[in-house]
């Protein structure tokens, strides 16, 4: 091959010449075609020792929930509703819950991405050969990567390394709507399928479970509420029920209104006895004074027989009353012993079904924000839903041969045309004499830091020699 032409300065009225201007690189052109040739056919078979992969995506669809509530409430930030969370909000909650531990190492126990796949090379040996050396070239490269940032050969357990490459190959894409896709990037794309699949459902039960999670704990809270106040509730029927069959009486107001009836009639009997009482007696002391005057006089004893009747009819009537005014006195003085009993009976039973009231009212309060609680603990609606399941690919996104042999050629070519440049101005005479003046400078510098150190070394000897050298030179001044 000859020798490239060398680049000769040219007139500065032709400095603007495209001859000129490519001149290094029709000179490097065999060194530029051969470079350009050997890095696309690199990049070539690079693409064949990489693996396939494959992207697997389904959509999630953002569904604001409008929740019915028994009793309107309102969430509050330093006294403002909360505001509005924007399209950017909502995409990082859902990325980080996407990309959370819990999530993923669910996915990777369900599917058994931690559990490694058992290596088989099939097809004639130089097929086997080309696997076996593929393996090879990958474990290299991993081992010779980690040995430079760490010192020695590091290795991550299978769930770790499964939980990267989850994280590395599983992204969300947002367009700024209510639409969301998610992706991952496998070698197998059946199992691309399913890992974005499994992803997915697992997202939309969390965050069901999210949103049932307040519900059920305010309905442990409130039912431990409603049932003291159901055991209140009971307690005051029973207490109520108590009084009331203790005192054989069904109610304490019919029973006082009862009582006082009861009380105003015997009253009245006692008053109306008295009265009989009274006229008996009159009536008595009547016949007894006829009796005493017709006995002087000379009563026929006919008259003097129905006097006497009259009197002993008087006397059995009067002891007859007598007795009735002792019956109802006795029947007034039970009565005021139960009237006197009735108000104490009357303030207890107030003040049972009072508190029974408090109690019933305090349980339907509670009854409102349970049943809304038990709504929101039950419902099986999420925000995020998945309208259909992810596709199977069948082309592979990488590596794609025509964008990698393309860019590769690219970046060759660039860096030839570079390198033809700079070979030229390295073999340019400007180059050339500034090489050439450096070196005669420290060639230069040299002889002069070793005749220095010469001249030192004679001036320290003291020698016959050095003294006669000394003397000649002393004469010679002389003259």
């Given at each position: 091959?000859s020798?490239?032409?060398?680049?000769?300065?040219t007139?500065?009225?032709?400095?603007?010449?495209?001859?000129?201007?490519?001149?290094p690189?029709?000179?490097?052109?065999?060194?530029?075609?051969?470079?350009?040739?050997?890095?696309?056919?690199?990049?070539?078979?690079?693409?064949?020792?990489?693996?396939?992969?494959?992207?697997?995506?389904?959509?999630?669809?953002?569904?604001?929930?409008?929740?019915?509530?028994?009793?309107?409430?309102?969430?509050?930030?330093f006294?403002?509703?909360?505001?509005?969370?924007?399209?950017?909000?909502?995409?990082?909650?859902?990325?980080?819950?996407?990309?959370?531990?819990p999530?993923?190492?669910?996915?990777?126990?369900?599917?058994?991405?931690?559990?490694?796949?058992?290596?088989?090379?099939q097809?004639?040996?130089?097929?086997?050969?080309?696997?076996?050396?593929?393996?090879?070239?990958?474990?290299?490269?991993?081992?010779?990567?980690?040995?430079?940032?760490?010192?020695?050969i590091?290795?991550?357990?299978p769930?770790?390394?499964?939980?990267?490459?989850?994280?590395?190959?599983?992204?969300l894409?947002?367009?700024n709507?209510?639409?969301?896709?998610?992706?991952?990037?496998?070698?197998?794309?059946?199992?691309?399928?399913?890992?974005?699949?499994?992803?997915?459902?697992?997202?939309?039960?969390s965050?069901?479970?999210?949103q049932?999670e307040p519900?059920?704990?305010?309905?442990?809270?409130?039912?431990?509420?409603?049932?003291?106040?159901?055991a209140?509730?009971?307690?005051?029927?029973?207490?109520?029920?108590?009084?009331?069959?203790?005192?054989?009486?069904?109610?304490?107001?019919?029973?006082?209104?009862?009582?006082?009836?009861?009380?105003?009639e015997?009253?009245?009997?006692?008053?109306?006895?008295?009265?009989?009482?009274?006229?008996?007696?009159?009536?008595?002391?009547?016949?007894?004074?006829?009796?005493?005057?017709?006995?002087?006089?000379?009563?026929q004893?006919?008259d003097?027989?129905?006097?006497?009747?009259?009197?002993?009819?008087?006397?059995?009537?009067?002891?007859?009353?007598?007795?009735?005014?002792?019956?109802?006195?006795?029947?007034?003085?039970?009565?005021?012993?139960?009237?006197?009993?009735?108000?104490a009976?009357q303030?207890?039973?107030?003040?049972?079904?009072q508190?029974?009231?408090?109690?019933?009212?305090?349980?339907?309060?509670?009854?409102?924000?349970?049943?809304?609680a038990?709504?929101?603990?039950?419902?099986?609606?999420?925000?995020?839903?998945?309208?259909?399941?992810?596709?199977?690919p069948?082309?592979?996104?990488?590596?794609?041969?025509?964008?990698?042999?393309?860019?590769?050629?690219?970046?060759?070519?660039?860096?030839s045309?570079?390198?033809?440049?700079?070979?030229?101005?390295?073999?340019s005479?400007?180059?050339?004499?500034?090489?050439?003046?450096?070196?005669?400078?420290?060639?230069?510098?040299?002889?002069?830091?070793?005749?220095?150190?010469r001249?030192?070394?004679?001036?320290a000897?003291?020698?016959?020699e050095?003294?006669?050298?000394?003397?000649q030179?002393?004469?010679?001044?002389?003259?």
């Amino acid at each position: 091959m000859s020798t490239p032409k060398i680049a000769q300065p040219t007139d500065p009225t032709a400095e603007g010449s495209l001859r000129d201007l490519l001149g290094p690189v029709t000179d490097y052109k065999s060194y530029i075609i051969v470079f350009c040739i050997s890095t696309l056919l690199t990049s070539l078979a690079l693409t064949y020792v990489y693996s396939e992969k494959y992207l697997a995506a389904t959509t999630l669809l953002f569904q604001p929930q409008e929740v019915t509530r028994i009793r309107q409430k309102e969430t509050l930030a330093f006294g403002a509703p909360l505001p509005i969370p924007p399209f950017d909000l909502i995409y990082d909650n859902l990325q980080l819950l996407v990309q959370s531990e819990p999530i993923l190492l669910e996915v990777i126990e369900e599917l058994g991405l931690d559990i490694e796949e058992p290596v088989v090379y099939q097809g004639p040996w130089y097929v086997q050969l080309f696997q076996r050396s593929k393996d090879w070239i990958k474990q290299l490269r991993d081992d010779t990567w980690t040995i430079l940032k760490h010192g020695r050969i590091v290795t991550d357990d299978p769930k770790t390394a499964a939980l990267k490459a989850l994280r590395k190959y599983l992204s969300l894409i947002d367009n700024n709507s209510y639409f969301f896709y998610l992706t991952y990037i496998d070698k197998d794309p059946v199992r691309a399928a399913r890992v974005v699949d499994t992803i997915a459902a697992k997202v939309v039960r969390s965050l069901v479970s999210r949103q049932q999670e307040p519900g059920i704990q305010t309905r442990k809270q409130l039912q431990r509420l409603r049932d003291a106040k159901a055991a209140e509730i009971e307690e005051y029927q029973t207490a109520l029920e108590t009084l009331l069959s203790g005192n054989n009486i069904a109610s304490v107001n019919l029973e006082t209104d009862l009582t006082m009836q009861r009380y105003s009639e015997l009253s009245l009997e006692q008053v109306q006895t008295n009265a009989k009482i009274a006229s008996a007696r009159a009536k008595i002391e009547t016949l007894t004074k006829q009796l005493a005057d017709q006995s002087t006089r000379g009563l026929q004893p006919e008259d003097y027989r129905r006097i006497k009747s009259d009197k002993l009819a008087a006397e059995v009537e009067l002891r007859a009353f007598i007795e009735q005014r002792v019956t109802v006195q006795a029947a007034l003085t039970k009565l005021e012993q139960q009237l006197a009993k009735l108000p104490a009976l009357q303030h207890k039973y107030d003040t049972l079904t009072q508190n029974l009231k408090t109690a019933q009212r305090d349980f339907i309060q509670i009854s409102d924000p349970y049943h809304e609680a038990d709504v929101q603990a039950n419902s099986l609606l999420s925000e995020i839903t998945v309208p259909h399941s992810a596709r199977v690919p069948s082309v592979p996104i990488t590596p794609i041969k025509i964008y990698h042999v393309a860019l590769a050629g690219g970046l060759a070519l660039s860096i030839s045309f570079g390198m033809a440049y700079l070979l030229a101005f390295a073999r340019s005479e400007h180059v050339a004499k500034a090489v050439s003046r450096t070196v005669s400078n420290m060639v230069s510098m040299w002889d002069g830091v070793e005749r220095r150190n010469r001249n030192k070394s004679q001036t320290a000897y003291t020698g016959p020699e050095r003294r006669q050298q000394v003397e000649q030179r002393s004469d010679t001044n002389a003259i």
